[in-house]
Nanobody, 120 residues
């Protein structure tokens, strides 16, 4: 069974840093595009950062210059390095990935989410 499991969330003071990890486990043939989303209380889920299999990246304007998405294909792991955190970054962060279990099938998977809380 393929699944994504996030870790690395927690409580941090404003200005601090956290690194989120997302490990894809199961019988995986390949990993395509990956992304991190977040959802704050009372708000819609929003895209934070994305990376195509080519390595090109895209960031929300609110996190540009502070967050960095990266991937380690050998470890089936995606990272989100978050620096200069602000209270408005507080949210549940979700990993998203397009995973292939065979050469002909690709599906979108979501992790269970990890809470990030930034205190002022």
């Amino acid at each position: 069974q393929v699944q994504l499991v996030e870790s690395g969330g927690g409580l941090v003071q404003a200005g601090g840093s956290l690194r989120l990890s997302c490990v894809a486990s199961g019988s995986i043939f390949s990993i395509g595009a990956v992304a991190w989303y977040r959802q704050a209380p009372g708000k819609q889920r929003e895209l934070v950062a994305a990376m195509l299999s080519s390595g090109s990246t895209n960031y929300a304007d609110s996190v540009k210059g502070r967050f960095t998405i990266s991937r380690d294909n050998a470890k089936n792991t995606v990272y989100l390095q978050m620096n200069s955190l602000k209270p408005e970054d507080t949210a549940v962060y979700y990993c998203n990935a397009r995973l292939s279990v065979n050469p002909r099938s690709e599906y979108t998977y979501w992790g269970q989410g990890t809470q990030v809380t930034v205190s002022s």
